[in-house]
């Protein structure tokens, strides 16, 4: 069974652009969550999505946004880049919400902003 | 407010020896606890959980965590470092309102030869 894909990888933009960052889960989850990686800061939650529906969200201002498709993928668009947006961005799949135990991670996309 | 502490950014240890990170955490009702490991260039792996039971949870790559309530503690524990032991290791405890993770800074787990 295929793990959790994340397009692109590497990612270079520059402060004022936007960006759009894919998630594929593992076939049969339908369940995406979004977390932010800063070195020092560990992860910070982003949201969460289940059946194309936003189940919850973390504290990031409303520049951060997401959704979910029909077939359970997810995408996440950051607008107004700042510097401080730079950081690996990780989705996580899941049967259902709030299934930690069993939540798989993809290897991120890596986002620099200059 | 809830809250993960790993008061270590990094562990050195010899191949061989045993190995401790820690990890505290603070939250409203009952704990709900995890770790994770994430490889260089790889996603993150769940390694072990405690929600309940016994103190002493086993999990995966012969890593166990403890438990420890009185000391709001969970640290992770494996008996004989390997030299692929070495990653970023993850805490992790469950926010009861929301069932979202919080999670620790992270610890840099070296190991060496």
């Known amino acids: 069974k295929a793990g959790v894909t994340q397009t692109p990888r590497y990612l270079i933009k520059t402060r004022g652009q936007q960006v759009t960052l894919s998630c594929s889960p593992i076939s049969g989850h339908r369940s995406v969550s979004w977390y932010q990686q800063t070195p020092g800061q560990g992860l910070q939650f982003l949201f969460e999505y289940f059946s194309e529906t936003q189940r919850n969200k973390g504290n990031f201002p409303g520049r951060f946004s997401g959704r979910q498709f029909s077939n359970s993928r997810s995408e996440m668009n950051v607008s107004t880049l700042e510097l401080g947006d730079s950081a690996l961005y990780l989705c996580?799949?899941?049967?259902?919400?709030?299934?930690?135990?069993?939540?798989?991670f993809g290897p991120g996309t890596r986002l620099l902003v200059l | 407010a809830q809250s993960v502490a790993q008061p270590e950014d990094q562990v050195n240890v010899a191949e061989g020896n045993p190995l401790t990170v820690k990890c505290t955490y603070s939250?409203?009702?009952?704990?709900?606890l995890f770790w994770y490991v994430q490889y260089p260039n790889r996603g993150l792996q769940f390694l072990l959980k405690?929600?309940?039971?016994d103190n002493l949870v086993k999990g995966s790559y012969g890593f166990e965590a403890e438990f420890n309530k009185s000391q709001t503690s969970f640290h992770l524990k494996k008996p004989s470092a390997l030299v692929s032991d070495s990653a970023l290791y993850f805490c992790?405890?469950?926010?009861?309102?929301?069932?979202?993770?919080?999670w620790g800074a992270g610890t840099k787990l070296i190991i060496k030869p």
């Open positions: 992790a405890v469950r926010d009861n309102s929301n069932y979202q993770l919080i």
């Open positions: 939250v409203s009702g009952n704990p709900y």
């Open positions: 996580a799949s899941s049967l259902s919400p709030g299934n930690q135990e069993t939540q798989y």
């Open positions: 405690y929600i309940t039971g």
